[in-house]
């Protein structure tokens, strides 16, 4: 039954993707708020679907913690699933990710029209202060901007260390960090086509301040209050 949960919720992911992709790019004129705001109505149509399909729910906890003011956010990777409910959780935001991602059919051509941080990692010192000034103007226009800092998905009993690039910018654009923690590998584990049952848990911790912290000081702050929320509910 996993199986033809799993098979059934691709297939009509697939079928409802393609066509209002094409329907997304009609919204190219409009401003990048209202871009966002059409275009994430495919993921907030996906969970209702995965949650009939698969069976599989969430609930997200620490809605108070969340700013009035955007944030750099920092949060755990652990499926595809995050991607879709970040654009529940939060308000609009935007993704710093790799531009390869951008050529993906649909699914990357949906990603640039809400103009993301798209960055070549092996332009180095190159790509942060591209980041630094796009993540400024972002921040200045009202986005939230959301960083994996392990890089890539993680598995569930994976550990891996955070790239300094995410809490760099965080210190640069003097903006305190939004912890989120999610057990979401555990029901729809990286790289799978099967979705298990069950409820998944996103939680938002409160502001870190960055203001006397160095970036690997921030990176381990960060780590920590998710590395220990990820185990209570794992």
């Given amino acids: 039954m996993i199986f033809l949960r799993s098979l059934i ?8 993707t393609i066509p209002f992709t094409v329907i997304s790019l009609f919204t190219f004129p ?7 705001l059409f275009i994430s109505l495919w993921a907030k149509s996906m969970l209702p679907w995965l949650k009939f399909t698969c069976h599989l729910d969430f609930q997200i906890i620490g809605k108070e913690n ?3 003011t955007p944030c750099v956010v920092f949060s ?7 991607t879709l409910a970040l654009q529940i959780a939060l308000p609009p935001q935007v993704w710093v ?22 960055i070549n990692r092996s332009a180095g010192k190159k790509a942060l202060l591209q980041m ?10 009202g986005f939230f901007i959301i960083i994996f800092p392990e890089g890539t998905r993680v598995g569930v009993n994976e550990k891996r260390n955070y790239h300094i690039g995410g809490s760099w910018l965080a210190k640069k654009l003097n903006s305190p960090i939004l912890p989120i923690a999610h057990n979401a590998g555990y029901y729809w584990p990286k790289n799978s ?15 870190i301040s960055t203001d006397e912290l160095s970036p690997d000081e921030i990176n381990v702050k960060t ?8 185990e209570k509910i794992i």
């Fill in 132 to 141: 630094f000034e796009q993540g400024r103007k972002k921040l200045s226009k």
């Fill in 97 to 118: 990710l790799k531009k390869e991602l951008l050529l993906i059919p649909f699914f990357g051509w949906g990603l640039w029209l809400t103009s993301p941080i798209a």
């Fill in 30 to 36: 409009l401003p990048q708020k209202y871009r966002y």
């Fill in 66 to 68: 969340v700013p009035k």
């Fill in 223 to 230: 780590k920590n209050w998710i590395d220990e929320h990820v």
């Fill in 76 to 82: 755990n990777h652990q499926s595809a699933w995050e």
């Fill in 193 to 207: 086509f099967l979705k298990r049952p069950g409820t998944i848990n996103l939680i938002i911790g409160p502001l």
């Fill in 9 to 16: 919720f691709n297939i009509g992911m697939i079928l409802f």
